[in-house]
């Protein structure tokens, strides 16, 4: 077996108005740490992700975020805020659902259809 050493790993998300998109990232709290004309480095709680500017539909509906959070239910008021307040008007957010697998999630589309998961894990 290979030992790559790795230190870091990043995921690249897509984005229909990369504008927008790096806005909408900015506003749920993620740091943006670099861009260019192309590409955001954006780093939440110490993970960092790419939003470049580049989409294909299938992909960006079926690219998804894993994002472990403290409360699921702040973060669909929180987010419903956002919404409201019309900055996106493609985004969308439903109601905390409690999954089978034992977290309470909060499910966030971004503007260019990226899938979020914001999960609470109460003693799982």
Not at 67 to 83: H, N, T
Not at 100 to 119: E, F, I, N, Q, R
């Amino acid at each position: 077996m290979i030992d790559l050493q790795a230190s870091d790993l990043r995921t690249f998300i897509p984005a229909q108005d990369f504008v927008l998109s790096k806005d909408f990232y900015s506003a749920l709290g993620c740091e943006l740490e670099w861009s260019d004309e192309n590409l955001a480095l954006f780093n939440l709680a110490g993970s960092r992700f790419y939003v470049q500017r580049y989409y294909v539909k299938d992909w960006a509906e079926n690219c998804m975020l894993h994002i472990s959070v403290q409360d699921a239910g702040q973060c669909f008021s929180d987010i419903s805020g956002l919404i409201d307040s019309e900055r996106f008007p493609l985004a969308r957010v439903t109601a905390p659902k409690q999954e089978p697998y034992g977290a309470l999630v909060t499910y966030v589309w971004d503007p260019s259809g990226v899938l979020l998961h914001l999960a609470q894990w109460d003693g799982v």
